[in-house]
């Protein structure tokens, strides 16, 4: 298969020129050269435009569009169109449209209007993927295919009767027989026990809670469901043109999916990432996405897919991008794996729902502030061809399983929690700290991780169990924290003191568990007895953390210590003086348990601990302590130093500013800006021009 990638980093976007008169299509490409786009994702929602009526497909605007594009030089992700259907397929077919759990049938006139175990779409997308790689499966523009659009964005589940045959089909395939599901499902329970697979429904409302092995598979079925329609347009783009690369653009933290699965069939990762520039913490939590997409390629180069240049419309207020942020953005995700950015969308739409969504090229044309800061970053990314397909070396690995996030977000637990809530903390504290976080599904090989941090794996497999044991007695530091390996796959609990076989590794158990749900906590609480309720938190003592003491919240347990050392108890009420942290060494590493979720500064402390325990020493470049987050990341011999605080910090790193050709060190950097240091001696450090907006 030919590469998907070019000399230098992909750059453009989402075009749809069938939003616009023709006449306007010369002069589109004129601009996208003047910007350095070189990649044009085209066709996303041209289904109806390509195939009017059912049957009769219109390409003649698609040739002249690709043609144009290629006299150009720009290069086209051509999109298989199928992520909205056109009115002729409902119409035709209702029963193609999805079905809420409530029982409520979408209705088409916006988009992913589709069910996707429908039989009517699926034939009818494979009819017009297969008529697509027939015609444009030889031009010379054609660089990467797009399979649909942001599976799942919409419509990720549905529960019409189409798709509760497909969900007896799947569970047929994973159980075999209806004993083993009732084994499966625990159907003993509340008399659910099924005589045949005919039986089986998919998780619509019910009266109390649904069956939680159930609703754990409607998920996975649902993320393999949607994998089929992918798989079924790649088998049809394979057969016709073997040779061209696929993607489908994946969207960040999604819970819908469960992107490992998914990632093993996709040439190129890619990614549509919205940060909102109004949220302080934007950059922080979008290199967690940026992390994740390099990780679900096993280190690949992924691309930048979709963002956006400046406000979205998606949000009650959508604040634009401050002048410079697009730019720190883009290059965090260059530092952090990608090579390519790219934007929803080209021109900026004048009409339909997304009007007010920015584009690259603004309503108010090329005398803008957001078009100059797209011709830099075009102009700039032509001379970063060094990172092209340049791994990101990690520091430190932490899992994350959607089988964990959905079972963990069920009802009827004991407490309430967001999983995503519980994993972003470790993330961002080890990224503050400048370590380079990989993410782990938890049940490969992780003995080259010199530090493992798998948080709140409430379902773990023996596998993830085997893997975790392994890299502790290989040399690692793993830490796992509170609600974890508390079930197996099938949500049946781990009995005798939870944890599995974790509880060899970690040398406890865990005897009962005690959420810290305050009463007053929960709405409509009258405190009649005030002295009476239950304290929130929970203190901790302990010498490694800040100040001696910390707190944790919303979750504690009981801990049984067999064979650890009790690194932090808890303070004051049931629990007093029971182990809160523990260490256990184990063959060459150790392995560390914490019963609670602790408070983001005591998170930090806890990440320090275990980076140098794990022997990873990170030596700041610039003096920014306490400026907001700067952000160093290394990759294809540059030191990518991005200030997303909002004050200016000096840098102190050898080497020379890529832009400038100035020596690095002493430079101040401000706010939003970006360094690319080429260390001393570098062959490659000449300078690129200074690019002036
Ligand atoms: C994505 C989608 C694009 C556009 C964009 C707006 O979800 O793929 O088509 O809608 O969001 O932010």
Redesign the pocket.
Known sequence: MRSAFSSTPWYGG?YNPEQWPEEMWGEDVRLMKSAGVNLATVG??SWAMLEPREGQYDFGWLDRVLEELHLGGVRVDLATATASPPPWLSHSYPESLPVTAEGVRLSPGSRQAYCPSSPAYRAAAGRLVRALAARYGDHPALALWHIN??YG?HVSRCYCDESASAFRRWLEWRYGDIDGLNQAWSTAFWSQRYASFDEVMPPRVTPAYGNPTQLLDFDRFSSDELLACFLAEKAILREVTPDVPVTT?F?GLFRGIDYWTWAPHVDVISD?L?PDPADPDAALKASMARDLMRSLGRGRPWLLM?Q?TSA???RPQNAPKAAGQMRALSYQALARGADGILF??WRQSAAGA?KF?SGMLPHSGTDTRVWREVKQLGRELRGLGQVMGEPVPAHAATVLDWHSWWAIEQRGLPVHSTYLALIAPWHAALTRAGAVVDFVHGDEDLTGYSLVVAPNMFVATEAQLAALDAAAYAGSTVLVTAQSAIVDESLRVRLNGYLGGLQETLGLWIEEFAPLAGAWARPGFVPVRPEATIAPTIELLGELLPGGRATGVEWAEVVRVRDAEVKATFVGGALDGLPALTRRGTGKGAAWYLATRLEPDAVAALVQTMLAEAGIAITPVHDGTTAGWVETVRRGGLTFVINHGDEPVTLAIDGTDLHSGEPASGRVLAPQEVAAVVPPGSPGSSPMKQVVV
Do not use: G, K, P
């Open positions: 989402d996303v929602f659009n942001e964005c653009n969207m549509d919205y979709e956006a979205v419309n998606t929803f969308q997304e969504h």
